[in-house]
């Protein structure tokens, strides 16, 4: 049985920094590439940034870049995602999602995840 456990969440202010984590198990973690996702209240789910397999491509989603960071660990079968400069428009209830890849792309479209954890929210206040 796969599980992606995300943790980490919470209430912030504008302009701190917060570092979610995803745990896997019952899957070959090398084999996916993982992702982060992030859906408020009233919108559709929007990709926030992915990671290859192998880590050598990451793909941010302009509203990340410069501010937000993915890691991930093979071994410990973890992605981590180092959130900084964080704005009230970043609240959201955040996703780790993993993509079962031949390749090693980042996919940016929630079809194209297999799996998905429960989710953790994200509030940033003003």
């Known amino acids: 049985q796969v599980q992606l456990v995300e943790s980490g969440g919470g209430l912030v202010q504008a302009g701190d920094s917060l570092r979610l984590s995803c745990t896997a198990s019952g899957l070959t973690f090398s084999d996916y590439a993982m992702g982060w996702f992030r859906q408020a209240p009233g919108k559709e789910r929007e990709f926030v940034v992915g990671i290859s397999r192998n880590a050598i491509s990451i793909d941010y989603a302009d509203h990340a870049k410069g501010r937000f960071t993915i890691s991930r660990n093979n071994a410990k079968m973890t992605v981590d995602l180092q959130m900084n400069s964080l704005k009230p428009e970043d609240t959201a209830v955040y996703y780790c999602?993993?993509?079962?890849?031949?390749?090693?792309?980042?996919?940016?479209?929630?079809?194209?995840?297999?799996?998905w954890g429960q989710g953790t929210q994200v509030t940033v206040s003003s």
């Open positions: 999602s993993a993509a079962n890849m031949a390749g090693f792309g980042v996919p940016k479209y929630p079809r194209s995840y297999n799996f």
